[in-house]
């Protein structure tokens, strides 16, 4: 992959619509830069495709648009001319387009008010959204354990949906199966079980794709927030300072650890 005019129309988007990736991925040595932006450009456009309208079936339809993309590029057909799905059909294997039309698909969830059925649904929601985005992420740089991968993704996850919380609800969703403080609590102190299950073994990710999981630098201090104070999620003040978002970048890049 080179830094052509597609791939920099994805870093210019990710810069645009997710900076906390961009910054990831600028981080990250310039080859893997190449191949990151376009799964992050994929992950802006389907993340918004349920928010820029106020209809169902259009919103269906835009997300029906980028599974059969993905499919396209799964099965080694003609893929479609487009700025984000041509870079990713050089970067994506059939298998990992086959992870990222499970993460399409999931998002279907948030074109509807419809609170999560249970715990089950909440956690694969989580998994396929955010477990298969760094799974696809990560494998397309190097060799890394799926298990390692969806524990990370889940920890990064919900520290992601806990700082959503108040623009989920005033969007009209209900976010939470137990929005209690005890509930948050508890929702916060399972995901940071998780993370821990996932750093003790960084010997299943490969250092060719461990830049990939940079953009979860700082799910460990939002995770632990909420497991101490839970009204910080209503409050929405879990979005740490510019200087701690800096510091804990260079932490994961310098020391290798994530």
């Not at 390692?148 to 806990?162: I, K, M, S, T």
């Not at 794709?209 to 953009?215: G, K």
Request: charge should be neutral; charged fraction near 25%; hydrophobic fraction near 45%.
């Amino acid at each position: 992959m080179v830094f052509d005019d597609d791939v920099k129309a994805c870093a210019a988007l990710v810069q645009r619509a997710d900076p906390d990736r961009f910054r990831a991925a600028m981080a990250a040595p310039v080859a893997a830069r190449a191949l990151l932006f376009p799964i992050y450009a994929l992950n802006v456009e389907v993340a918004r495709a349920p928010w820029v309208t106020q209809e169902p079936m259009i919103a269906e339809m835009r997300l029906q648009w980028w599974r059969d993309a993905l499919q396209e590029i799964a099965e080694g057909t003609t893929v479609r001319r487009h700025e984000v799905v041509t870079p990713l059909s050089r970067v994506l294997s059939p298998h990992l387009a086959g992870v990222l039309d499970e993460y399409v698909a999931v998002r279907r969830w948030d074109i509807y008010r419809d609170p999560f059925e249970d715990q089950g649904h909440f956690d694969a929601y989580i998994n396929h959204s955010s477990g298969s985005l760094f799974l696809a992420s990560a494998q397309t740089l190097g060799v890394a354990d799926e298990d390692v991968l969806r524990d990370f993704g889940y920890a990064v996850g919900v520290a992601n949906w806990l700082r959503a919380i108040p623009e989920l609800e005033n969007r009209g969703r209900v976010p939470l199966l137990d929005g209690t403080p005890d509930g948050v609590r508890a929702l916060a102190q399972t995901a940071l079980e998780r993370l821990n299950k996932a750093r003790a073994n960084p010997a299943a990710i490969s250092a060719e794709a461990r830049p990939a999981l940079t953009a979860g630098s700082l799910a460990g201090w939002v995770l632990k927030q909420a497991a101490a104070r839970p009204e910080r999620v209503a409050s929405g003040t879990l979005i740490p300072g510019e200087m701690r978002q800096r510091l804990s970048l260079m932490w994961t890049v310098s020391s290798g650890r994530w």
